[in-house]
């Protein structure tokens, strides 16, 4: 596979011998769940967050969140895809807040399309790349997790505050880096679970994943030629008007692509967010891009590898703020009669932007490395306050409770 082409979400598949910087006191906890006012459906990876953006999170797959901010901030501020931005009031209650978004339906006469080749809109956009984006170094904090399931029921979780730092835009990914600050992990002990996934790269996929910057993932006029794109209708993120814009493989190559959608601010022409799904059509390209180790005498099975990688506007620079990796494949042993499906997801929100008086270059030595495996390098759930004041994506009712029955095995 060329050079730099690939994105490192790269599984190992291995037979596993089973065993077992900036928190701040006086915190508000904010906690509730959000819902479409529509239907009242919950909503997961709404982004909340302080008013000044300093304190970020993403709801969980429950719709829930929770956010610690230092002393209790006037409001927070909630925003997602195809509902209206919606500021709410913070007064006495902090706990179990009900939060219904409303849907922004965008009427025809209001959209104003400048341009009508979706192939121009996305050529423009990557030309203003490095005005939309940081032109300065920035350090981010942000939390990171990564779980592993055997059909419905999980096998693995590893999560961690990391920092990540990253270079100007006008620059590709090769200085960007991130640096553990904390981290857990667990993992069953069934007999019948030895066979396990890890991910290679870990936190650092972040960064790879970053299409903006790492431009040779799709964002070439070369890479483009090998797409079809279509202008969609328009949505709404942010109270801004976005294109939308999806693509498709116009034929196969010796490198999988992908198909998607791109989100490109209507003014500004920024990337607010992209979407990327892996052509599956070839399942030995798929396969050769997903896996790196395997044991011998185990057969391997591409179903899906998903991409979400949202960007977030303050102060009129365009930042990555939340990225969510989802694969899926089978696994099974030569002459057995059943496979056993998996999935492995992977999801890092940015929780702070540190200031530009603390921003500083993470040395290589402590630098987490694109080969290294997340879960080799963090220890066993242990500590029941583990995260204190550091904000986190708060874990679903379904991975809490898969936690709590590893643990006591």
């Known amino acids: 596979m060329e050079k ?41 990876h709404v982004s909340v967050s302080s008013p000044d953006g300093a304190q970020q999170t993403v709801t969980n797959d429950d719709g829930e969140f929770i956010l610690k901010t230092p002393g209790r901030p006037s409001y927070i501020e909630l925003s997602h895809l195809g509902y209206h931005t919606r500021r709410v009031t913070i ?34 956009a990557m030309q203003k790349i490095p005005v939309n984006y940081s032109r300065e170094p920035s350090l981010m904090h942000c939390f990171y997790r990564e779980t592993a399931q055997k059909g419905n029921r999980f096998i693995a979780v590893s999560e961690a505050i990391t920092d990540m730092y990253k270079t100007s835009y006008k620059y590709d990914v090769r200085g960007d880096a991130v640096q553990i600050v904390k981290g857990r992990r667990i993992m069953s002990t069934r007999a019948s ?7 290679m790269g870990g936190p650092v ?67 607010t967010r992209v979407e990327l799904q892996l052509d599956m059509r070839n399942r030995d390209l798929a396969t050769a891009y997903m896996l790196v180790h395997k044991p011998l005498g185990l057969r391997f099975s591409p179903r899906e590898l998903t991409t979400v990688i949202n960007y977030q506007t303050q102060d009129n620079v365009t930042r990555i703020s939340y990225v969510r990796n989802v694969m899926r494949f089978k696994c099974d042993w030569k002459r057995r009669l059943f496979a056993s499906t998996y999935t492995v997801t992977t999801e890092m929100v940015v929780t702070a932007q540190a200031p530009p008086s603390e921003v500083h270059a993470i040395r290589r030595r402590d630098s987490f490395g694109q080969r290294d495996k997340f879960y080799d390098k963090v220890t066993f759930f242990d500590e029941p306050d583990f995260w204190g004041d550091y904000n986190i994506i708060e874990p679903t009712e379904s991975l809490e409770h898969a936690i709590d029955k590893l643990k006591k095995k």
């Open 4 to 44: 730099g082409r690939r994105i490192v979400v790269a599984l190992v598949v291995l037979l596993l011998s089973c065993t077992s910087v900036y928190a701040q006191s006086s915190m508000t906890v904010l906690t509730g769940r959000v819902m479409s006012r529509a239907d009242g459906k919950v909503l997961p």
């Open 205 to 271: 996929i972040p960064i790879m994943l970053d299409v903006v910057k790492n431009s040779e993932v799709i964002l070439t006029r070369e890479e483009l030629k090998h797409y079809q794109l279509t202008m969609e209708i328009p949505e709404r993120i942010d109270y801004r008007s976005q294109y939308v814009i999806s693509f498709a493989p116009r034929y196969q190559l010796s490198h999988p692509l992908f198909y998607g959608k791109f989100y490109i601010d209507q003014e500004t022409l920024a990337f």
């Open 91 to 124: 007064g006495n209650q902090t706990e179990n807040l009900e939060i219904r978004l409303v849907p922004s339906a965008i009427m025809l006469e209001e959209v104003v399309v400048s341009m009508n080749d979706p192939l121009e809109v996305v050529l423009s």
């Open 193 to 199: 679970d030895t066979l396990g996934v890890k991910v």
